[in-house]
């Protein structure tokens, strides 16, 4: 039953369409934000890829509160109509970058990992309020985008802890696979 439950946690990875943002007509506030990052493989991939990493890494917690921390931050930036160049090719780069951190993290130090997706975070809380429906409250849209994000990250780092003892050839080639994602993105 234990190898069932672990096997589920590991299909809800998988990403769920591959568009990069399908209309979300109808959602309003929350839902509207809980989607954004579910249904954008961008996003989806690099939310993995951090919690496959903070599985593998000390201060596990750390990772993830780094990542919605500045996420947020770019969030504000993105909704104050602040214009970051860069940011769209900072989300394709997280998913390459990222994911090949995913396959080797214990190589880099922890304050690099922390830097790297912290600048990462911010570009893809930049899209998060910048995408954000004019008519749309801002306090629930960007509840729905951390709840998601932080969702998908304790799944990945979840998957991440259970492979840890067992199977860590199947860790580095997830992070590999997210990497190679970014060619199909």
């Known amino acids: 039953m234990s190898k069932i439950k672990n096997y ?19 959602y309003q506030g929350f839902e509207a934000g809980f989607l954004h990052p579910l249904t954008g493989m961008d996003h ?27 996420m947020i931050m770019g969030g504000v930036i993105g909704a104050l ?21 995913a396959s080797f ?3 880099l ?3 690099f990992l922390l830097i790297l997706i912290g600048s990462f975070a911010l570009c893809h809380g930049f899209a998060h309020g910048a ?14 985008f951390m709840s998601a994000t932080l969702a998908l990250q304790l799944l990945a780092m ?3 802890l259970f492979l840890i003892p ?15 994602c970014t060619f199909w993105i």
């Open 8 to 26: 589920f946690f590991l299909s809800l990875l998988l990403p769920l369409t591959c568009f990069a943002h399908p209309n979300h007509l109808g």
């Open 44 to 70: 989806a991939l690099a939310m993995i890829a951090v919690g496959l990493i903070a599985s593998q890494k000390n201060k596990r917690w750390l990772y993830p509160a780094v990542f919605v921390g500045m």
């Open 81 to 101: 109509g602040v214009h970051l160049s860069l940011a769209e090719l900072g989300i394709t780069l997280s998913v390459l970058v990222l994911g090949l951190c």
């Open 105 to 107: 993290p214990n190589h």
């Open 109 to 111: 130090p922890s304050i």
């Open 131 to 144: 995408e954000m429906p004019a008519t749309v409250s801002i306090w629930q849209y960007a509840l729905g």
């Open 158 to 160: 979840r998957v991440g």
């Open 166 to 180: 067992k199977q860590t050839w199947i860790l580095r080639a997830m992070g590999m696979l997210l990497a190679a």
